[in-house]
């Protein structure tokens, strides 16, 4: 017996057993690859272009899915999920470090963050001078240091009264804080000078108030990394960090924002905070601006707030809580975000890791890699969408196999299944980059691929093949491959559908074969129909879970369920010429037994009468001798 264990519904592909006598789903385009910008970890669903250039940013030229997105909407595509792939690599992670200055710009000690990578950024050390400190530049003192250690902004450790006469003694901050028992969860110390009065080594000066500082460097490691920048104010004349700046997400594009502070004496007093204005630019553009916000936490116009909750750029992280009296004010200016990076190159295992976020999107999904035809991608691909179960993966073409027999070559290694097809050549399409003559470039077709299946599925069904004279792809100028008719035989005998330019049409899909070797798997709109009707048997028997499992029960899941398959058989999904011979559906005492009920389980079994493609079109032509008009004289 199978094993179920979360509560929902089950839906699994079996053989037919015996033929016993809302609103449409659709199936959703998603893309997996590398953008300039934009969230890591989840997919996002994007309606427009334009949407794609807010959240992820322009075209990149070095990475392929911006122009594939830019295909899927210009050949009609609706809407589309995206997931960014930033290298997932932990190979020699770096821990972050600090240095803690007196005021002779030596070294107190090191504090090195114990969460290794890009985590160990959220630690700050809050450095005060304690209220018995009387050192001096002539000696005679403890020189006293009280340290407070916070994780995103919450203190969780206080260290008072740390002295520096030696590194290893009781009560010093190598002693106090490395502590196998009672030391730091956060932190470790390392480099402690020891108090030489006599050079001056003191520091009462340095922290006649509280001074805040941030680990960074977190992933100097080939982690990808966002770019971080303080923005600082005036304590009495010396400088000091009001808030610290992190880009929304990580990569190197982070490094070219700036920000503009104006208006920063805006209603300053003694006892007001008064109000400033950010820039917010992008490589010089300007892209956002906020005025009258806030370092007042009270204030509706909140900096912290206002960005963390409406800013496209920006976060606001290791906020101060400044002084009236002698902090009220934010020093006009440009400050620049520094050190954002993409990490090291992209390998497959990134890949693997983030076609699993596609987990958090329901129903039938298309799957493109833009630009990947490497075996290792395309196969953690394939085996994603086979057992995810209603997937389905556009495979790209690899732009640079110029002949039929280097195609043939390339797919060979690609997994045998019915959830992937590929489509060969690559093509010559517009670069909207670029303009004049020379605005084309070399690409895959899979973008402009997956708006094809979508227009199909609406202008027809999910059952008709995406391909055919009247869905052509727009914007291509040219194949980098010429086949013959024999060259696409020749591959479509190995499963690999052909881009054919027809005079007056333009470019088409000349072809519905799956990646699997044997029929009915081997036809895309058989798979897909089933991709399509698990997703959508799933999605409106869901009302079922938890509800009594008696005979009511099981009428309303074959009534809601027939009826779907009800609107499939009539837009031609399904052959046959009455219901009964497109399809059954089968809840009832015959597969809902007593011991299935005691398991609490519910049991519904569908048949199908699957359209077959109509691929070779076999016409005989003969010369007709029987009439006496077959020879006519001139």
Not at 278 to 303: C, F, H, P, Q
Not at 587 to 605: D, F, Y
Request: include cysteine.
């Amino acid at each position: 017996m199978p094993a179920y264990s979360r509560p929902g519904v089950y839906v699994n592909e079996a053989p037919l057993k015996a033929v016993v006598e809302n609103r449409p789903g659709r199936t959703t385009a998603s893309f997996v690859g590398q953008t300039t910008r934009g969230p890591i970890g989840k997919p996002v669903l994007i309606n427009s272009w334009n949407s794609f250039v807010s959240v992820y940013g322009d075209i990149n030229a070095s990475y392929e899915l911006g122009y594939s997105v830019y295909q899927f909407f210009s050949n009609g595509g609706v809407e589309c999920y995206v997931v960014r792939v930033l290298t997932n690599s932990t190979t020699a992670n770096t821990a972050s470090t600090l240095a803690l200055l007196h005021d002779t710009d030596k070294n107190l000690f090191t504090a090195t963050s114990k969460l290794a990578g890009v985590d160990g950024d959220n630690i700050t050390i809050v450095a005060t001078k304690n209220s018995s400190n009387n050192d001096s530049s002539t000696g005679g003192g403890t020189g006293l240091l009280d340290v407070t250690v916070k994780y995103k902004g919450v203190t969780k450790e206080t260290y008072v009264g740390l002295t520096f006469a030696n590194a290893t003694s009781t009560g010093s901050a190598t002693e106090a804080i490395n502590n196998a028992v009672s030391g730091s969860q956060y932190i470790t110390v390392s480099s402690q000078v020891t108090n030489n009065h006599a050079s001056g080594s003191q520091f009462n000066t340095s922290f006649t108030s509280d001074v805040t500082f941030t680990l960074a460097s977190g992933a100097t490691n080939g982690m990808s990394a966002k770019a971080t920048g303080y923005v600082r104010g005036t304590t009495a004349g010396v400088a000091a960090n009001h808030f610290l700046l992190t880009a929304e997400n990580a990569g190197a594009w982070s490094s070219g924002l700036t920000v503009e502070i104006s208006d920063g004496l805006e209603g300053a007093t003694a006892t007001s905070y008064g109000t400033f204005t950010m820039i917010v630019k992008l490589d010089g553009a300007e892209k956002e601006r906020w005025t009258e916000v806030s370092l007042d936490s009270t204030n509706n116009r909140y900096v912290l707030s206002i960005l963390n909750n409406y800013s496209d750029y920006l976060r606001v992280s290791s906020m101060a809580t400044p002084d009236k009296a002698t902090n009220t004010k934010v020093t006009a200016g440009t400050y620049s975000l520094v050190g954002g990076s993409d990490g090291t190159a992209v390998v497959t295992s990134d890949y693997t890791t983030n076609i699993a976020y596609l987990d958090q999107v329901t129903g039938d999904l298309l799957i493109n890699l833009p630009g990947m035809s490497g075996t290792s991608e395309v196969n953690a691909a394939i085996s994603y969408a086979s057992t995810r179960g209603t997937g389905f993966v556009i495979i790209d073409a690899d732009t640079t196999k110029t002949t039929a027999s280097e195609a043939l070559t390339a797919v060979s290694p690609y997994t045998n299944s019915g959830y992937g097809a590929v489509y060969y050549p690559g093509a010559t399409v517009a670069d909207p980059t670029k303009t004049g003559p020379a605005a084309l470039r070399t690409a895959p077709l899979g973008g402009a691929i997956m708006a094809i299946y979508g227009k199909t599925e609406r202008m027809y069904s999910v059952a008709k093949a995406p391909a055919g004279f009247n869905l052509d792809i727009g914007n291509v100028f040219g194949l980098v491959a010429n086949y013959t008719e024999t060259d696409e035989g020749t591959l479509y005998d190995a499963n690999i559908n052909s881009i054919r330019l027809v005079p007056g049409t333009g470019a088409i899909i000349n072809g519905t074969r799956t990646l699997a070797v044997t029929a009915p798997a081997k036809y895309i709109p058989i798979r897909r129909t089933l991709n399509f009707v698990k997703a959508r048997v799933k999605e409106i028997s869901a009302f079922a879970v938890f509800e009594p499992n008696d005979v009511n029960l099981r009428q309303k899941v074959v009534t809601v369920i027939q009826q779907e398959l009800r609107t499939l058989w009539a837009k031609g999904g399904l052959k046959g010429n009455t219901e009964n011979q497109a399809f059954f559906v089968t809840c009832n005492s015959t597969n809902n037994t007593a011991s299935t009920i005691g398991n609490g389980e519910l049991h519904v079994e569908v048949g199908l009468a699957l359209q077959y493609p109509a691929e070779y079109i076999i016409i005989n032509v003969s010369q007709w001798t029987g009439g006496a008009n077959a020879v006519e004289s001139l």
